[in-house]
């Protein structure tokens, strides 16, 4: 079993920066493939993006792509999201997810973390 825990979430101007991070602990990342995900007030949670469990590989939503960029090191057990040029559409609470099947869908997600909200300001 592994426990995901986001930090980096707050509030930023249209067109500013956040890095996002995820924490894992019980087991190690290199299990996993990751992904995050965000949910908006009143919408369903919907994929942003995911890397391959050493890193090689990576996809992203076609809202995001281009502007966010995901990253994992395993040796710091730790995923991280690097998001640019933030739109006020961005804002909602992001969460990773760990998976044991290249699959993107929430309903097949192993593990999830509570979550860290990001509010982009107009």
């Known amino acids: 079993q592994v426990q995901l825990v986001e930090s980096g979430g707050g509030l930023v101007q249209a067109g500013g920066s956040l890095r996002l991070s995820c924490a894992a602990s019980?087991?190690?990342?290199?299990?996993?493939?990751m992904r995050w995900f965000r949910q908006a007030p009143g919408k369903e949670r919907e994929f942003v993006a995911a890397?391959?469990?050493?890193?090689?590989?990576?996809a992203y939503a076609d809202s995001v792509k281009g502007r966010f960029t995901i990253a994992r090191d395993n040796a710091k057990n730790t995923l991280y999201l690097q998001m640019n040029s933030l739109r006020p559409e961005d804002t909602a609470v992001y969460y990773c997810?760990?998976?044991?099947?290249?699959?993107?869908?929430?309903?097949?997600?192993?593990?999830w973390g509570k979550g860290t909200l990001v509010t982009v300001s107009s």
């Open positions: 997810a760990a998976s044991i099947t290249p699959t993107i869908s929430v309903a097949d997600m192993r593990y």
């Open positions: 019980g087991r190690t990342l290199i299990s996993y493939a």
């Open positions: 890397i391959s469990w050493r890193g090689g590989t990576s």
